[in-house]
Every structure is written in C-alpha cells, then in structure tokens.
T-cell receptor, first 112, second 115 residues
C-alpha cells in the first residue's frame, strides 16, 4: 500500500492566519482525500482532490476556507484559511479507492 | 446516504479478557467495511477490511471481524486483549459513488485496558 508523508506534524497558529498542510505519496494515485478530526470526534471528509480538476467539497466545507491544490499525482496541499480556535483539529490526508485507504500521520493544529 | 454507528463510546476490559466492539452500518448496496485503530498522537492504522467472500475476516494484531448482512453489522473481536491494544477504534464504510470514493466513519470506541 502507499506510504504518505504529511507535514507539518503539528503547529500552533495565531487566529486570522493561514496554514498550508502538505501531503506527499510515494506512488501515483488518482484520488486524495482530506479529513478533519475535531477534538474527541470522529473523522469528517473535507474534500476529494483529483489531479487536474477542482476539488470536490463535502457539505459544510467551502473552497474559500479550505483551498486545496493537486498539482500532480503524488502531491496535494490543504490550506486552512483565516483560522479561528474552532479550526483546532487534526487534519489527515488519505489515498485509496473503495478497496482500501491509507492515511497520513496527521497534522495537529492548535489555533490561539 | 451511508452511515456508521458505534454504540459504545467507551469500553474497559481487563488484560487477557475477550473483546467485542460493535459496528452497525447503513448502506444501500454491499458495503466495503473497515476497522481502523488510532493510538494517542498517531495516525490511523488499518486493522482489517471486508469486501466480499468469507464473512469472517482476519486482521493484524490478532483482530477479526464478522460481517452479518442480516444485522447490518461488522463487529470487531479479539480473544485476548493486550495492554497495548488501548486506543480508539473506528469502523468505516466505503462506497464508490459517481463522483469518486469516500469513507464514512463511526464516532469511535475508546478502549481502555486494565492491568
């Protein structure tokens, strides 16, 4: 299965700023996924990112707040924009299809 | 729409005792089912998955799960729990939709192991 390198692993950010999270995969993949895990909660899908097209966002998530880039088949970034304390979460990227998914180790974001 | 229910938020077992974590799903067709484990400060690790065939699935770390279509369940079991199994466990259902694939997670079960 694919190996995912995600960074940063953690960050503490000031409210109103933005943070870009990077996800690098060791093989070419068609779809990459970005999830959010709020404190004590389960994982919620933010968006699906396909190379060469705009990301598809789930209900409750918008591109202005969570812009995603997918420049090639092994890399993606998620930006958390204009952050507030409510954005404090773990953000995870994932790759795979219906038969299996691999997750990055996550980015633990704290907004102060 | 697909959904997953994990009825037990917290479970405490003694080391060496057996374990069963419950998972019920809702999906219109044959689902792809997964169990993941998340240790504190760690990412998600896949324990096992079910796509088709034998309804009893073996996974890593001595875990197994049984798919029961009639009950819409995919419960995770382990005959003898080790202290290192203390973690959060997530059941998930996968679907291939017209727009791509997505995983829907349950709310998780926090497992505590008493020595």
């Amino acid at each position: 299965s694919a190996v995912i390198s995600q960074k940063p692993s953690r960050d503490i950010c000031q409210r109103g700023t933005s943070l870009t999270i990077q996800c690098q995969v060791d093989s070419q993949v068609t779809m990459m996924f970005w999830y959010r895990q709020q404190p004590g909660q389960s994982l919620t899908l933010i968006a699906t990112a396909n190379q060469g097209s705009e990301a598809t966002y789930e209900s409750g998530f918008v591109i202005d707040k969570f812009p995603i880039s997918r420049p090639n088949l092994t890399f993606s970034t998620l930006t958390v924009s204009n952050m507030s304390p409510e954005d404090s979460s773990i953000y995870l990227c994932s790759v795979g299809d219906g038969r299996g998914y691999t997750f990055g180790s996550g980015t633990r974001l704290t907004v102060v | 729409a697909q959904s997953v229910t994990q009825p037990d938020i917290h479970i405490t077992v003694s080391e060496g005792a057996s374990l069963e974590l419950r998972c019920n799903y809702s999906y219109g067709a044959t689902p792809y089912l997964f169990w993941y484990v998340q240790s504190p400060g760690q990412g998600l690790q896949l324990l096992l998955k079910y796509f088709s065939g034998d309804t009893l699935v073996q996974g890593i770390k001595g875990f197994e799960a049984e798919f029961k279509r009639s009950q819409s369940s995919f419960n995770l079991r382990k005959p003898s729990v080790h202290w290192s199994d203390a973690a959060e466990y997530f059941c998930a259902v996968g679907a291939i939709t017209g727009g791509g694939n997505k995983l829907t997670f349950g709310t998780g079960t926090q497992l505590k192991v008493e020595l």
